[in-house]
């Protein structure tokens, strides 16, 4: 292609001629020259497209929250090895009562009556055992604690995991012995905030059951130890 003004020889698709820097006529633009702006940029810098399905649909519920199976932990009551001290009570009472028929009695009613006396502390803490063991039932599953007293009268409560908010137990000298002790839970709940479970059989490990109970639900539902 020729200058139509000078008759140099130009280069193909030129726009100004670069002997005497005359227009050119009818010389068309590159092709990407007449595309917008936007168009022309690198694939790098394009803006990304929407994904479908990025955000979980309106109203949905957190994976974390949603209900799961309600699971058994631990089931107990009362146990006989927490009386260990009024059984070694009964027994030394016992002894001492047959120590002094033999030097002071010499009639078969007396003895009669200091037989009466021995027994009658064994009587009435086996009383006292069957009573806490028929009144006494406890439950704990993942999501609540069941506590049931009474025995002519049935008193059932329930205590949310959630509302638990401080587990810990003790122990006496005899109980340590045992292997027993006493459960305290602090709730918000309103009919007891302040539960002692008496007389539970490997206490250590029992409590531990309740605290982590309390940390899975907390943590199920999304909120902080601290919280509630």
């Not at 050119?24 to 990407?32: E, F, G």
């Not at 030394?92 to 078969?108: C, E, H, K, Q």
């Not at 506590?147 to 205590?159: A, K, P, T, Y």
């Not at 531990?208 to 639900?217: G, K, T």
């Amino acid at each position: 292609m020729r200058c139509p003004t000078c008759g140099e020889a130009t280069a193909s698709g030129a726009i100004f001629c670069s002997q005497c820097g005359a227009k050119l006529a009818n010389t068309a633009l590159p092709a990407d020259a007449r595309l917008p702006v936007e168009s022309r940029l690198p694939a790098d810098d394009a803006a990304p497209p929407e994904t479908a399905g990025q955000f979980p649909p309106a109203g949905a519920e957190p994976e974390n929250i949603k209900d799961t199976a309600e699971k058994e932990l631990w089931r107990g009551g009362y146990s006989p090895k927490a009386m260990l001290g009024c059984w070694v009570a009964s027994g030394v009472i016992s002894v001492v009562l047959l120590v002094v028929g033999l030097f002071w009695i010499r009639s078969s009613a007396g003895w009669m009556c200091l037989l009466a006396l021995a027994v009658l502390p064994w009587v009435y803490w086996l009383t006292v055992l069957t009573y806490r063991r028929a009144g006494t039932h406890y439950l704990l599953t993942t999501q609540e604690f069941v506590h049931e007293r009474g025995v002519l009268r049935r008193v059932n409560n329930r205590i949310e995991t959630l509302d638990m908010a401080d587990i810990a137990f003790t122990q006496t000298l005899l109980q340590r012995l045992a292997g027993v002790g006493d459960i305290r839970i602090l709730s918000t709940d309103r009919s007891d905030p302040d539960l002692v479970l008496r007389g539970i059989e490997n206490v250590a490990q029992v409590a531990e059951l309740f605290n982590n109970a309390r940390r899975d639900e907390r943590r199920r539902r999304g909120l902080h130890i601290e919280q509630i």
